[in-house]
């Protein structure tokens, strides 16, 4: 079945929610899954079909995953906030200012900013050893302080590639 808006509905496990009912019903076709990020950032994706990239990891094969926008969003980012620090913090020598704008941009502090604002929901995936990890990060994050520095008592889990099974980092991931 093909929605108004030209997404196809389809079923797929999403990542965190383990085959749990309730969870799964959050993310049961991409354009309800896109609809409530949408509502989560208060922000309307002008291209959806980019929004879908974005919230597909790669083990979901029937669709482009979210890395070439990973590619790009990291850049972006980058830039973005090396600007803001420049700016913000005009007598701070080069060297602090890279610590600063690294302790922002790293995957650590951003993947804590998807659970706390629940956006790991309605990412879909077709790598059932990626709910484990993420539930178990996403338990750990939730009992964490605001204030969390840098890291946290569990490491924000790796994109699990399906090539070897368990990736870290070990092959084209």
Do not use: W
């Not at 790991?120 to 990626?130: C, E, G, K, P, T």
């Amino acid at each position: 079945m093909v929605t108004p808006d030209g997404y196809e509905i389809m079923t797929y496990t999403c990542a965190g929610t383990g085959g749990n009912d309730d969870e799964a019903q959050d993310c049961m076709d991409m354009a309800s899954s896109i609809r409530a990020v949408e509502k989560l950032l208060n922000y309307t994706f002008k291209n959806k079909k980019l929004a879908e990239d974005a919230l597909t990891h790669s083990s979901f094969t029937d669709s482009t995953s979210y890395q070439r926008l990973e590619f790009v969003g990291d850049a972006a980012l980058g830039l973005a906030i090396s600007n803001y620090v420049f700016l913000a913090y005009p007598d701070l020598e080069p060297g602090l200012l890279s610590l600063l704008r690294a302790a922002n941009i790293s995957t650590e502090k951003l993947a804590r900013v998807a659970v706390r604002h629940g956006l790991y929901r309605y990412v879909r995936h077709n790598a059932s050893a990626l709910d484990e990890k993420v539930r178990d990060f996403a338990i750990s994050v939730e009992g964490e302080d605001e204030t969390e520095v840098y890291g946290g008592a569990v490491k924000a889990p790796k994109n699990s590639c399906g090539h070897c099974g368990v990736c870290g980092g070990c092959c084209i991931c």
